[in-house]
């Protein structure tokens, strides 16, 4: 059967290995596996959370609220940010994937890192358009700001804690940055991580409600997937000018998001002490990666986020290692995809990374 032709040179996303992979393929109990390798939050989300889910399960047979407004008010009151300017996706992916569709096409360019969060090239390849990406591996902007001009891109792409290296953008040369940026070309701020990026330097802390005061080409994209340990529920969102929120509404199927996933965002957002502590003790846990890497001779990347990236020596191969480590029921990362020979690894809890280091002890 023939099949669309852009379809031929867009890989599919590799996502972090499940758990249940390692059961069948390796035979190792799930109790005995780690799981170190999609930056989910090892302390799971708010034990409020869990009750308002429990208690929502009786409305199943119903379809979602579809205005989605418990959430929206929610979000409404955490960033002081009227709810006309919100869009909620299945993850922050599906947001991205409105953009793209409402934004680019074929011909048209999308400026992105070097190395960033991959679902960008994937949804710019969906609609045909052209990748254009940095030199450099942390975000340079002057770099950013030269292709900008050389080749006047659709969207840019600035990814603040980036994934997957955990450096983040100076939010003052950001906004300047943006300054210099022409109306017509849209400005997406991924601030997956924010929440650890604006804990450890308040420098690198983005609010989206001075963003879009300021700017109307601005996107900024957050998640319940990373600090709110709600990955499993999907749900994500953007905050923009409402004319872009009402462009990319027309992109969005209904129900896009289920009566749990949304029960649970709406209660997650509102236990900020929760999310804080989690990311207090990330950064307190990380210390010892940095003192093991030191210890090893191995470079660490200065992170932002709730993972290290660690570029291996020129002796040692990130996939091998990668790979014994999932012999032997952990899971991290392998960078190699990215053109990089270094392994990502998510911050768990402290029994998960004295595993990590005995393992990694032995290999190397
Ligand atoms: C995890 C992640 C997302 C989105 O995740 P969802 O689960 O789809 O919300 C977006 N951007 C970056 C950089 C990420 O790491």
Not at 38 to 57: H, L, R, T, W
Not at 91 to 117: P, R
Not at 253 to 262: A, E
């Amino acid at each position: 059967m023939k099949f669309n032709k852009k379809l031929k040179n867009i890989s599919t996303y590799e996502a972090g290995k499940p758990i249940e992979l390692v059961v069948r393929e390796f035979g190792i109990k799930s109790e005995d596996i780690v799981k170190l390798a999609s930056n989910e939050n090892p302390y799971g989300c708010s034990p409020k959370v869990k009750q308002a889910v429990i208690d929502i399960v009786s409305k199943m047979a119903l379809y979602p609220d579809d205005s989605m407004t418990k959430l929206k008010d929610a979000l409404q009151d955490r960033f002081s940010i009227d709810k006309e300017h919100f869009i909620i996706g299945s993850g922050s992916d599906q947001v991205i994937e409105f953009i793209m569709h409402a934004k680019a096409g074929k011909k048209s360019k999308v400026l992105m890192n070097s190395v960033t969060f991959a679902m960008y090239e994937i949804y710019a390849k969906h609609v045909g358009a052209k990748v254009i990406r940095t030199s450099s591996q942390e975000h340079n902007l002057d770099e950013f700001y030269e292709l900008y001009k050389s080749e006047k891109p659709e969207i840019i792409f600035l990814c603040t804690p980036n994934n997957p290296t955990g450096d983040a953008i100076d939010a003052k040369e950001m906004f300047d940055f943006i300054r210099k940026i022409d109306e017509n070309t849209l400005v997406v701020i991924d601030g997956a991580y924010m929440e650890y990026g604006a804990y450890k330097d308040e420098s690198k802390k983005v609010n989206p409600k001075e963003l879009i005061e300021e700017f109307a080409n601005v996107i900024y994209l957050g998640t319940f997937s990373k600090a709110y340990g709600l990955g499993g529920m999907r749900v994500g969102y953007g905050i923009s000018n409402s004319k872009i929120i009402k462009e990319l509404y027309k992109l969005r199927p209904p129900f896009n998001i289920t009566t749990l996933s949304l029960e649970a965002a709406s209660v997650a957002v509102k236990d900020e002490a929760f999310v804080n502590e989690c990311v207090a003790l990330s950064f307190e846990e990380m210390k010892r990666y940095e003192i093991f890497a030191k210890e090893k001779n191995i470079d660490i990347i200065n992170s932002y986020t709730n993972f290290v990236t660690l570029s291996l020596n020129d002796n040692q191969n990130s996939t091998e290692i990668a790979n014994s480590l999932l012999k032997q029921g952990m899971i991290v990362r392998d960078l190699s995809g990215y053109g990089m020979n270094s392994i990502r690894v998510t911050i768990g809890t402290s029994n998960q990374n004295s595993r990590f280091f005995e393992l990694m002890n032995d290999l190397i």
